[in-house]
Antibody, heavy 120, light 108 residues
Framework: EVQLVESGGGLVQPGRSLRLSCAASGFTFDDYAMHWVRQAPGKGLEWVSGISWNSGSIGYADSVKGRFTISRDNAKNSLYLQMNSLRAEDTALYYC?????????????WGQGTLVTVSS | EIVMTQSPATLSVSPGERATLSCRASQSVSSNLAWYQQKPGQAPRLLIYGASTRATGIPARFSGSGSGTEFTLTISSLQSEDFAVYYCQQYNNWPSGTFGQGTKLEIK
């Protein structure tokens, strides 16, 4: 059974940093692209960042470019999102999502999310 | 950046009737278009990919069509469990995966 479990969310002050993790199990992690998607309270889905199976291709939404860094450790079956210079508008539920294949594909499994609240 | 626009924002339909949801891309995404369903308090669920292929376990009453910039999700006979928010997503401009703003399907 595929499982994605996010962790690392919490309350953080504006300008500070936070690192999210996603622990994957139930599939061959290094065969698939992975993504972070967020959802602000009461709002729609926003793609944040994606990474190919071998970290050779990485992308970011304009809203987080230069502040967030995605990475993965295939030996640990884990995905990460380093979030720096956090802003109030980064407040959201952050989902980890698995791509259907190694690169260009939609997301067939999602975690339950970890909540990030940016507030003083 | 590719912008995805969904219409309508809210759709009111009676159980047993057909629902038609639209999604438009600001530039061609070929057939690299997916639809997701999200219920309150739950993560999104993949319904359709490749514009028209149902994901594993998705009932046949869900169908997708379109290519290029215009796409449609049709639910042929609405069941109570289908009332939710639906999102389209392009993945043609990978790794970017832009979502539409969503269509809320509510009971009439």
């Amino acid at each position: 059974e595929v499982q994605l479990v996010e962790s690392g969310g919490g309350l953080v002050q504006p300008g500070r940093s936070l690192r999210l993790s996603c622990a994957a199990s139930g599939f061959t992690f290094d065969d698939y692209a992975m993504h972070w998607v967020r959802q602000a309270p009461g709002k729609g889905l926003e793609w944040v960042s994606g990474i190919s199976w071998n970290s050779g291709s990485i992308g970011y939404a304009d809203s987080v470019k230069g502040r967030f860094t995605i990475s993965r450790d295939n030996a640990k079956n884990s995905l990460y999102l380093q979030m720096n210079s956090l802003r109030a508008e980064d407040t959201a539920l952050y989902y980890c999502a698995k791509g259907m294949i190694a690169v260009a594909a939609p997301y067939d499994y999602w975690g339950q999310g970890t909540l990030v609240t940016v507030s003083s | 950046e590719i912008v995805m626009t969904q219409s309508p924002a809210t759709l009111s339909v009676s159980p047993g009737e057909r629902a038609t949801l639209s999604c438009r891309a600001s530039q061609s995404v070929s057939s690299n278009l997916a639809w997701y369903q999200q219920k309150p308090g739950q993560a999104p669920r993949l319904l359709i990919y490749g514009a028209s292929t149902r994901a594993t376990g998705i009932p046949a009453r869900f169908s997708g069509s379109g290519s290029g910039t215009e796409f449609t999700l049709t639910i042929s006979s609405l069941q109570s469990e289908d009332f939710a928010v639906y999102y389209c997503q392009q993945y043609n401009n990978w790794p970017s995966g832009t979502f539409g703003q969503g269509t809320k399907l509510e009971i009439k």
